[in-house]
């Protein structure tokens, strides 16, 4: 049997995960007034902690939304739940979630003055590899490149849920969203990168892409960079790859059509190995 969950932290709390506790008027729950961050943890190390918790923190601040703790106490919150969780039948590598709302409030939208926040942090086992995927266009939702959400990791993840959805009962296993004007934007769970002419690019975050971790940390390396993309510069891409906090998955086939030659490209292998190897 493979582990679970057994510790939480809630509020400033490590506690049993079967004794926490959300309040029923959390406006988290109620409206998916809040925001989320997910992260690898490896080793027993939460990998990049410190980007996540600025992401996290840029998207309250956004929302006009309590950040309590501060990020110093944050990490060690992260560093005691792992270390917590990894006794006994624990596991040294997983997913932590970090969750953020705003905390309870009445009946309304217009958020209360005095709001006090709820903040989660909940360890996954690691889930098996993610391999090669095959993908759809959405066609029941687009991604408002126009919105403030679309920068953040806001708790309503309804346009991805439907699009999900959407692929799956095509066939495929993951799904491109487009923006209002019918370019791409990202999947429903990860950034989208192609290679043309040997050189890597992605949709700029004003296109409606997510500002990944993983993302920045390929730009960062200076042989990627932004631009617009349609489908059709999708359809003629030598390669393209899904990334998120999580990994790299190689994307081989959209509505049926290979990209480039259908298989792992030599880019995609190396970045891959990149990866594994932080």
């Given at each position: 049997m493979s582990p679970a969950m057994s510790v939480v932290w809630l509020n400033g709390r490590l506690l049993p995960a079967a004794e926490a506790r959300i309040d029923p008027a959390d406006r988290g729950f109620t409206l998916g007034d809040g925001l989320f961050e997910t992260l690898r943890v490896a080793g027993g190390a939460a990998r990049h902690l410190d980007r996540h918790l600025a992401r996290l923190a840029d998207g309250a601040a956004l929302l006009g939304l309590p950040f309590p703790h501060g990020a110093a106490a944050l990490a060690a919150a992260a560093e005691a739940l792992i270390a917590a969780q990894g006794q006994g039948d624990g596991f040294a590598d997983g997913v932590l979630r970090i969750t953020l709302?705003?905390?309870?409030?009445?009946?309304?939208?217009?958020?209360?003055?005095?709001?006090?926040?709820?903040?989660?942090?909940?360890?996954?086992?690691?889930?098996?590899?993610?391999?090669?995927?095959?993908?759809?266009?959405?066609?029941?939702?687009?991604r408002n490149e126009h919105s403030p959400l679309s920068r953040v990791k806001s708790l309503n993840y309804l346009d991805s849920i439907l699009a999900r959805q959407e692929a799956a009962t095509r066939g495929a296993g993951e799904a491109l969203l487009l923006n209002s004007a019918g370019r791409l934007a990202e999947s429903s769970v990860a950034n989208l990168f192609i290679v043309r002419d040997g050189r890597l690019l992605t949709p700029p975050v004003a296109e409606g892409a997510l500002p990944g971790i993983r993302r920045a940390l390929i730009l960062e390396?200076?042989?990627?960079?932004?631009?617009?993309?349609?489908?059709?510069?999708?359809?003629?891409?030598?390669?393209?790859?899904?990334t998120n906090s999580l990994g790299l998955r190689p994307l081989l086939r959209v509505d049926g059509r290979a990209i480039g030659a259908g298989t792992v490209g030599a880019v995609t292998a190396a970045l891959l190995t990149d990866i594994e190897a932080e």
């Open positions: 709302t705003r905390g309870t409030g009445a009946r309304g939208v217009l958020p209360p003055p005095d709001a006090v926040p709820t903040l989660l942090m909940a360890l996954a086992p690691a889930p098996p590899p993610a391999g090669p995927v095959e993908a759809v266009i959405a066609r029941t939702t687009r390396r200076g042989d990627a960079g932004e631009a617009p993309l349609s489908v059709a510069d999708l359809l003629g891409a030598e390669e393209a790859f899904l």
